[in-house]
Nanobody
Framework: QVQLVESGGGLVQAGGSLRLSCSAS????????MGWYRQAPGKQRELVAG???????NYADSVKGRFTISRDNAKNTVYLQMNNLKPEDAAVYYC??????????WGKGALVTVSS
């Protein structure tokens, strides 16, 4: 079992930046894909970005060019650098990990608020 804990959320003005971190309770060596989802009030949870163990990334079209996902396997941590934030980026951001065995882990979420 792996616990994922997000940090780095908060309030930022539109155009500003935040970096989210997701720390795992144990090695993420066996977690092939890690990613970030978000859910805004009244909306479905959506994929924001994902990264494989080898570093291959994918992004939602709405964040391409503004967000960057990265992972430090030695530190068991995944990051989401968010630049040029927009009010529509406001949401609860969830860290997730898909293990090689098929188990899916979720964090409890970090709130990001963007003021216009």
């Amino acid at each position: 079992q792996v616990q994922l804990v997000e940090s780095g959320g908060g309030l930022v003005q539109a155009g500003g930046s935040l970096r989210l971190s997701c720390s795992a309770s144990r090695s993420i060596f066996n977690i092939n894909v890690m990613g970030w989802y978000r859910q805004a009030p009244g909306k479905q949870r959506e994929l924001v970005a994902g990264i494989t163990f080898g570093g291959t990334t994918n992004y939602a079209d709405s964040v391409k060019g503004r967000f960057t996902i990265s992972r430090d396997n030695a530190k068991n941590t995944v990051y989401l650098q968010m630049n040029n934030l927009k009010p529509e980026d406001a949401a609860v951001y969830y860290c997730t990990g898909n293990s090689r065995s098929g188990t899916i882990y979720w964090g409890k979420g970090a709130l990001v608020t963007v003021s216009s």
